[in-house]
Nanobody
């Protein structure tokens, strides 16, 4: 079965950095578009960044210039480098794999990111 396992969350001060990683198994990783979502308390889960199978990348405006998404098809991993973190980046971050808009999405268990002094 498909498994997505996130790691790398934690507590960081404003202005700091974290690197999230997602290890995928049970799927043909190199054909899957991958994405990172986040969900803050009391809010909906929102897209943060995505990377297509061909390497095309998109970011939500609020993280442009601060976050970088990347994938390593040889290792079946996708990463999210987060720099200049802000308190409003505090959320549970989820890894997502979805072949198309009509395919079922796969989710990881989530990793907590807390930005606070």
């Amino acid at each position: 079965q498909v498994q997505l396992v996130e790691s790398g969350g934690g507590l960081v001060q404003p202005g700091g950095s974290l690197r999230l990683s997602c290890a995928a198994s049970g799927l043909t990783f190199n054909i899957y578009p991958m994405a990172w979502y986040r969900q803050a308390p009391g809010k909906q889960r929102d897209l943060v960044a995505s990377i297509s199978s061909g390497g095309s990348i998109n970011y939500v405006d609020s993280v442009k210039g601060r976050f970088t998404i990347s994938r390593d098809n040889a290792k079946n991993t996708v990463a999210l480098q987060m720099n200049r973190l802000k308190p409003e980046d505090t959320a549970v971050y989820y890894c997502n794999a979805r072949l198309s808009a009509v395919s079922r999405p796969y989710w990881g268990q989530g990793t907590q990111v807390t930005v606070s002094s």
